[in-house]
């Protein structure tokens, strides 16, 4: 008798605000992402950087505190942000849906200097 492999679905980005390579007047204060399935509470992880350090071990993060769940909309993740100067950066992220999986990613954006 054959007996099928259950199917384990990752959590996917289905928005974010910033867009990924949204081009922006003046710096957000928070990064905002979506996903198509339920996110665990705590397991989340979100930095934000400067893009010139991708490649680099340590980085510059300006996330504030720990990101948080939307209680409302549990797919929405929310980490608040310090001040960023003009510049391309980078959001990475991992996350905890609450099938068990986790799901890493990344959106780049950049902030314009003031004309």
Do not use: C
């Not at 384990?8 to 957000?28: M, V």
């Not at 993060?61 to 769940?69: A, Q, S």
């Not at 991992?94 to 003031?114: E, Q």
């Amino acid at each position: 008798m054959l007996t099928g492999t259950p199917a384990f679905a990752h959590a996917r980005l289905t928005k974010s605000d910033p867009k990924d390579k949204a081009e922006l007047k003046a710096a957000p204060k928070q990064v905002e992402i979506w996903f198509n399935e339920l996110l665990d509470e705590g397991f989340n992880y979100v930095e934000v950087f400067p893009a010139a350090e991708v490649n680099q071990k340590k980085r510059t993060n300006f996330v504030k505190d720990e990101p948080i769940v939307d209680k409302a909309d549990r797919t929405h993740l929310i980490a608040k942000l310090k001040e960023l100067p003009p510049g391309q950066y980078v959001v990475e992220y991992r996350v905890l849906s609450l099938d068990g999986h986790t799901a890493p990613g990344r959106v780049k954006f950049t902030i314009r200097p003031a004309e």
